[in-house]
Each structure stands twice: as C-alpha cells, then as structure tokens.
C-alpha cells in the first residue's frame, strides 16, 4: 500500500507548513529542508549536525537580489551558514519584515559547486505550502538521504515524481455543482472543480445555459479576499468581481471562473506582508520581488482547463490583463473580443492600477 506520487507531495506539503524536515532527491544529489518561516532553533541545531558539509540558506534570486547576494544557480542562490549565523538572522534575511529589526544580516556567501536541483524543487514546494520561498537545507547525498527519511519517517520527494504531480494542477475533475439564486441572475450554478495535485479547489459560475457553439462571456477572477469580500479600497477586485457578474447577468448568460489564487499565487500571508511593503514604499511588483517571489505566480491554465471541459473553445473575456488573453489563445481557447473592466478607483489604489498599467501591461 505505497503512496502514490501526489499523496506523497500532498503529504511533503503539509509538512514544509508545518515546520517538518522534507527531503528532496534528484539523481544523486538530495537535501533535507525545513522552511525558514517555520523553523525553529532545535530544528536548525539538527540540520546542522545532519550536514557533514555544512548547511544552506536558499532563497529565490528576487530575494537574493534585494540582500545584494549572489545567485549563481540562475533562479536562486544558495548561502552559506556557519555556526555564526543564528536563526533570528537566517529568518531575517527571508523575511524583510524581520529584516528591518536586524539591518546587519549579511554578509552573505553564496555556493556555486554541486547540484541545486534539490534545493530548487524544496523552493517550488514552499510556495505550493504558500509559505515564504525560503528554506534552509542540508545537502547530503542521495542514498543517506533515503536512509534518513526511512528511518526517521520523513516524507521523501524524487525530481520527476514532484514534477508529474506539479503537472496534476491541470488534471482538474468535477466535484459538485449545485443550483445558486444570484442577485443578477436566478438562473445559476456553482460548479466545484479539484485538481488531482491535492491543491486548492476552483469554482465556475455558470450563469443561465451558454451556447457552446457560440463565443461564451467569461470573467477569469483571482480570488482575493481583502478586495472580494471586506471592501478592501487597495484593489479593484470587489468591484470587477460585481460588475463582471452583472454583465453576465444581464446579458443572460456567460461563466465567472474564480480561481483561488489569492494575492497573484502567493496565499493571503504573503499578500499582507506585501501590503506591509508597500506602507514602506514599495510598489505592488516590487514588493512581491523583495519577498522573493515573481510579479504573478498564477497559472492561468487552470481556467482554460475548467471551460474546455465545460464544453467551450471560444471566450469573450472580461479584462483588462493582457497575460489572460495571452494565456487563453495559447492553450488554443480563442478569445474573440476581450471587453474591459474599469470600476472601482479609489484614491487609495490609484498607484496600484498604475503600476499594472506601467509594469504589467494592463490596459486602463
Ligand atoms: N501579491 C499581490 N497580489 C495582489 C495585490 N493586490 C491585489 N492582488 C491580487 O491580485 C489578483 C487580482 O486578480 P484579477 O483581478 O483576477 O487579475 P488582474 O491581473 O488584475 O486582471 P484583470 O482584473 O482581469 O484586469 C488577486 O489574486 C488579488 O488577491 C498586491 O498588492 N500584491
Ligand atoms: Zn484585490
């Protein structure tokens, strides 16, 4: 009764939140990993005595960037730790929160001899934990590896079994669908789409009987719950969220695709410590940089996946990023028409929109 690869990385996922070491293995190379958020001294002492060639911070090169640190393996860079380097500096320098309270966590030295490709899959599996990117690993080599999580009972990842299930977050099936009165429409459903990764669950509004022969108006929407449902005044989500779904309420027919991708793929927590970036100053791009992660961390194809299977290849889409068209027509889900949706400025987003439009290539 082995588990299967994405019980396995369902597992690793729950474990990375959780403070648990992982261990990652790619040919020859392996690293046990425990997320630098959620790590603790007695943790920390124990990876180090589990490296005979020392341990390693890793952070992600737009983290690595902001600390002024080498990234020799291209997308993130892998620092050294000597005993010197306590916890309290190894979690301020992943976390710039903490990093104000300690302006003297460098210098640091990056690795750039051996394989980082454990340690590049233990960052892909922290932002899957919608944790911060940033862990600290022991590399060790692959068959100590094995033996460490078989006798400690750690939950082991192989490269191209976390690379097959990563591929599962477009594998979505059809959980339940069930019948929604809405203000805008009576004539409604919400229908529950699960990806076989174990990943967070999407929703498809589907409003009155859409033709599928015929081009469908479709609104793909990022979850965001400061915006959605407190009447947050940063974004303009609340607003495109009503006002897409009064247009497709009025017209009678249409899908509303809301994913959950809270704050562009990163999790609510890491949205607000991007917020608390940005009282400091710092754009809605650059502060997603100095936490180390990309401007926008979505896949898109889980929307073009969830309205294929609901039987439609052509979109008029409701929005004012062009990523999204993009992202449609290359999965061969033709947009015929995209129709903006400008609602919602307030005097408190106004340098949001502006840096879609200037850095993102919203068309406002
Ligand atoms: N990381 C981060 N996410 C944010 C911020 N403000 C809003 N968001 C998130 O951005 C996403 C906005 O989603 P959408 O409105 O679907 O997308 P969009 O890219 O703005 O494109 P359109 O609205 O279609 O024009 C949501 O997931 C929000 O939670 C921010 O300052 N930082
Ligand atoms: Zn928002």
Not at 265 to 276: D, E, F, Q, T, V
Request: charged share 25%; proline share 5%.
């Amino acid at each position: 009764m082995s588990l299967t690869p994405e019980e396995t990385l369902a597992r690793a996922r729950g474990d990375l939140r959780i403070g648990a070491p992982v261990v990652f293995t790619d040919g020859d190379a392996a690293a046990v990993a425990v997320a630098t958020e959620v790590l603790s001294a007695e943790r920390l002492a124990a990876l180090r005595s589990a490296a005979p060639d020392g341990i390693e911070l890793v952070l992600t090169r737009r983290r690595a960037e902001t600390l002024k640190a080498r990234a020799y393996d291209g997308d993130l860079a892998r620092i050294e730790l000597p005993a010197d380097f306590g916890i309290r500096r190894i979690q301020a320098a992943a976390d710039p929160a903490l990093a104000l309270a300690h302006p003297m966590i460098g210098p640091f030295i990056a690795r750039r001899e051996g394989s980082a490709g454990p340690e590049r899959m233990a960052l892909r599996l922290a932002k899957a934990a919608r944790l911060l990117p940033a862990v600290v690993a022991a590399p060790i080599p692959a068959e100590a590896a094995r033996a460490l999580a078989a006798s400690e009972m750690l939950t082991l990842i192989d490269a191209p079994e976390m690379r097959a299930v990563e591929a599962m977050a477009l594998d979505l099936s059809l959980v339940s669908s069930g019948r929604v009165p809405l203000g805008v429409a009576e004539d409604a459903r919400v229908h529950v789409w699960r990806p076989r990764n174990g990943e967070e669950e999407h929703y498809a509004i589907e409003i009155g009987a859409p033709d599928r022969a015929a081009p469908v108006l479709t609104r793909l929407h990022s979850a965001c719950f400061t915006g959605d449902l407190i009447g947050s005044l940063k974004c303009d989500c609340g607003p495109q969220l009503r006002a897409a779904l009064g247009q497709i309420g009025a017209e009678g027919a249409g899908v509303l695709l809301y994913l959950n991708q809270e704050g562009r793929g990163i999790g609510l927590a890491n949205k607000m410590r991007a917020y608390s970036l940005q009282d400091d100053g710092f754009d809605t791009v650059e502060a997603n940089h100095r936490l180390g992660f990309e401007d926008d961390e979505r896949d898109f194809r889980i929307g073009t996946e969830i309205l294929r299977s609901m039987g439609f290849s052509r979109v008029r889409l409701l929005t004012n990023n062009p990523a999204k068209v993009a992202a449609m027509n290359a999965e061969g889900l033709h947009v015929v028409e995209r129709a903006p949706l400008i609602v919602g400025k307030t005097a408190h987003n106004l340098r949001y929109l502006a840096t879609k439009a200037q850095k993102s290539g919203h068309l406002l």
